[in-house]
């Protein structure tokens, strides 16, 4: 699987891949106001010519954060996930980054399970920190990876 990187193109697809995975996705604006950050990267996968799964990271100093990371649904569950996070932990690796960061609501238990697996430990969690229906909150659980 070969990843390339994702650009402004990409947005409008981005963001609709988004708002599928998320109860609260993220807008083609909100997207392109990342890309437009120099701190903030993303990869791509493509088949067909159709966007399959991205991940997008910001980068300080010696340490990263995951910002986002989706596989469309018609493609999960075929290691396209953990292939995006290899190339970024690849790329990490190159430019001298030591941690990455990566914060999942509580109730997103598939990510949990993605990201022990990727042998991402759990730091913290901050309570009621998503909101879902109105009055209702789950917390953000923090994880670390050592690179
Ligand atoms: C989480 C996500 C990125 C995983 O991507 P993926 O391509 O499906 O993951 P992989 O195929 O590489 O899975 C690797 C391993 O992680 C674990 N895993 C991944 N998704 C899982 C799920 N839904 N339930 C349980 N375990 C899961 C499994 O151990 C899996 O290995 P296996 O399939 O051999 O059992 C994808 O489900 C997704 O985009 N979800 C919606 C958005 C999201 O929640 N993103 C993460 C928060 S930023």
């Known amino acids: 699987m070969r990843t390339q990187k994702l650009t402004l193109t990409d947005c409008p697809d981005a963001a609709r891949l988004h708002q599928l995975s998320f109860y609260k996705g ?10 437009a ?24 100093g010696e340490e990263a954060e995951i910002l986002t990371l989706v596989v469309a649904p018609d493609f999960q569950r075929r290691g396209l996930g953990s292939h995006l996070l290899d190339a970024l932990f690849q ?4 430019q001298g980054v030591s941690t990455l960061f990566i914060e999942v609501a509580e109730d997103n238990e598939g990510a949990h399970l993605f990201y022990l697996k990727q042998g991402f430990n759990l730091i913290s969690k901050r309570p009621n920190y998503y909101q ?16």
Request: one cysteine or more; hydrophobic letters at 30%; proline letters at 2%.
């Open 37 to 60: 950050d120099p701190l903030t990267q993303g990869l791509k996968s493509e088949e067909g010519g159709k966007l399959c799964g991205y991940i997008l990271w910001r980068e300080i």
């Open 91 to 94: 790329r990490l690796g190159e």
């Open 26 to 35: 993220w807008s083609e604006k909100d997207f392109e106001e990342f890309l």
């Open 132 to 147: 879902r229906e109105e009055n209702k909150y789950v917390s953000a659980w923090n994880y670390i990876k050592k690179l």
